[in-house]
């Protein structure tokens, strides 16, 4: 309840008093891949939506990450593997090794939804990442579908830079 009672705040603070972009996070780890996968690779992508919700800017970190190839936002609840709705990084079938931040200061739009499943517009995705219906996935030359996985979800920090 705290957290649906800080995004309302951060959706109902006017522009001018306070940056009212909404944040989404989410936290990779193998174990919520499915099935789990056991990994040392780790991960976190950090979302902020534009006021308007034309636009989201993110951060892709990964952590210990083997011959990764690349990663995606998913439409799909915890525990069920979802369609690729958002391209977030790759592709590349040799994979890199990535031990920190991979994408930064990357946008996506409308233009970018690539499956309906979770709607065709930024405001589709961006209800369906409230409604805990999104989770991001890094994929690696040994886990093709999937290496480490993680649930977006609201934060409580109302804007500020993606990175943090």
């Not at 996506?108 to 209800?127: H, L, Y």
């Not at 977006?152 to 830079?161: F, K, N, S, V, Y």
């Amino acid at each position: 309840m705290k957290s649906i009672t800080a995004l309302a705040l951060c959706i109902l603070v006017p522009a001018g008093i306070a940056n009212a972009d909404q944040i989404f996070k989410a936290t990779l780890t193998g174990d919520q891949e499915v099935p789990p996968v056991d990994t040392v690779a780790s991960g976190r992508a950090k979302f902020r939506v534009s006021d308007d919700l034309s636009k989201v800017e993110f951060t892709l970190t990964v952590n210990d990450g083997t011959r990764v190839i690349m990663s995606h936002i998913h439409c799909g609840p915890p525990g069920v593997n979802g369609p690729v709705v958002v391209w977030l990084a790759g592709q590349r079938n040799e994979g890199w090794d990535i031990d920190g931040e991979w994408v930064s200061n990357i946008t996506f739009t409308d233009a970018n939804v690539i499956e309906p499943s979770c709607g065709t517009t930024v405001a589709d995705i961006v209800a369906n990442m409230q409604a805990g219906n999104t989770y991001a996935n890094v994929h690696t030359v040994a886990h093709p579908g999937g290496e480490i996985r993680g649930l977006i979800q609201a934060t409580l920090d109302c804007g500020g830079d993606p990175a943090k």
